[in-house]
Each structure stands twice: as structure tokens, then as C-alpha cells.
């Protein structure tokens, strides 16, 4: 990694937009790096996570050796400890590969998009956080459309996750994204203005 390289995180809930501004900063030519899709690479057929996954819950791999996410989550929903046990396996392998690629890629300023940053205390791996609100409403429909849960499951989801109210966000930058692309492609380019302005 070179010495001038600044890595951001980007951060929020289920529902608020994160894949979109990172859509957005990939549009403008920027490396976004994404948990989820190292997660997914990680747990494919002769994925670094695969044994270890089988070795801890067993019986949560495919006959073609990718991870069985639907088994897994089975094993571990409503099992707290079950739940502290996988976050202990794979936060760790995909934190190092999530930095590892940030660190390696071109350019002066690198994002990641990291859904469980405040959750696991990662926020200080990071040179700024980029957390994107949204308004319960909006969150619901979102979720909604792509996923095609209802109502209720969407809500109890989003319940079941980190409060953002009960943070001090005032040392992050913060994106509201309650408009349309257009809008939140603004308010991602006024974010970008204040963080060129620091290199």
C-alpha cells in the first residue's frame, strides 16, 4: 500500500443505499471494494472459507462444494453463540482480503463497502466512513422490491440490526439518501469534493 493511500468505508443499513453509492464512486472511476462479494467469492467451491465453515456447523455445503447459505443460516439463526462463532470464522478472512485488494489497488483514494462496520469495531481501520441514512419508508420499499419479502419480515430484519441513532455521527460523513439517483449522485460528489480536499 502506498504511503499516501486513503481507504474509506462505507456503511449503513439494510435498505439504505450503500451498493448504490458505491455504484456511483465505481461510475467516477473509483476502486469500491465490497465484503459481500469477497464473502461470496470466499464460500464458492475451494473457497478458503468452505472447510472451516463445514468443520465448525457441518452439513452447510452443496454436493459442488460452494457453501449452503440457506443451511447455514438455519444453523445459526436465533443461536447466539452459533452466530458469534461464524462472525469469528469469516470477519477476519474478509477484513484482511477486503484490505489486502484496497491496499493493492490503483489510486490515491479506495473505497469499501462494509455492511457490519460499527457492529464489529472496524471503523478505525479506516481513514473516513461514509454512512448512508435513509428513512424507514424507503428502507421497507427498497428491501421489498429486490427481495421480494413482505412487510413484516423487511421490518424485523431491519429491527434486528444496528441503530444508527445511537451513535454520534458527527466525525463521518453522512449521506441522506432520501431523493432520487440524481440527487444522491450529488451528495456523493460533495462528499468526494471534502475528501479530495484533504489529499
Known amino acids: 500500500m502506498t504511503p499516501n493511500k486513503r481507504i474509506y468505508a462505507i456503511t449503513g443499513g439494510i435498505g439504505c443505499g450503500k451498493t448504490a453509492v458505491s455504484d456511483i464512486l465505481r461510475e467516477l472511476s473509483y476502486a469500491v471494494f465490497s465484503c459481500d462479494r469477497i464473502y461470496a467469492e470466499l464460500t464458492q467451491s475451494g473457497g478458503a472459507l468452505v472447510a472451516e465453515l463445514e468443520r465448525a456447523f457441518g452439513c452447510v455445503t452443496t454436493p459442488n462444494g460452494t457453501l449452503d447459505r440457506r443451511a447455514l443460516s438455519k444453523r445459526v439463526f436465533g443461536d447466539a453463540a452459533a452466530r458469534k462463532r461464524l462472525d469469528s470464522i469469516t470477519h477476519p478472512v474478509i477484513m484482511r482480503e477486503l484490505l489486502k485488494r484496497a491496499g493493492d489497488a490503483e489510486g490515491e483514494i479506495v473505497f469499501c463497502e462494509v455492511p457490519l462496520l460499527f457492529e464489529n469495531g472496524?471503523?478505525?481501520?479506516?481513514s473516513?466512513?461514509?454512512v448512508v441514512m435513509r428513512s424507514l419508508t424507503e428502507?421497507?420499499?427498497?428491501?421489498?422490491?429486490?427481495?421480494?419479502?413482505?412487510?413484516?419480515?423487511?421490518?424485523?430484519r431491519i429491527q434486528a440490526q444496528f441503530d444508527y441513532s445511537t451513535i454520534d455521527?458527527?466525525?463521518?460523513?453522512?449521506?441522506?439518501?432520501?431523493?432520487?439517483m440524481d440527487e444522491l449522485r450529488k451528495k456523493v460528489k460533495k462528499i468526494l469534493q471534502n475528501i479530495t480536499k484533504l489529499a
Open 122 to 126: 472496524f471503523e478505525s481501520l479506516f
Open 128 to 130: 473516513g466512513v461514509i
Open 139 to 156: 428502507r421497507i420499499n427498497a428491501v421489498m422490491a429486490r427481495s421480494g419479502l413482505n412487510e413484516k419480515d423487511v421490518l424485523a
Open 169 to 180: 455521527l458527527g466525525s463521518y460523513y453522512v449521506i441522506e439518501n432520501n431523493g432520487d
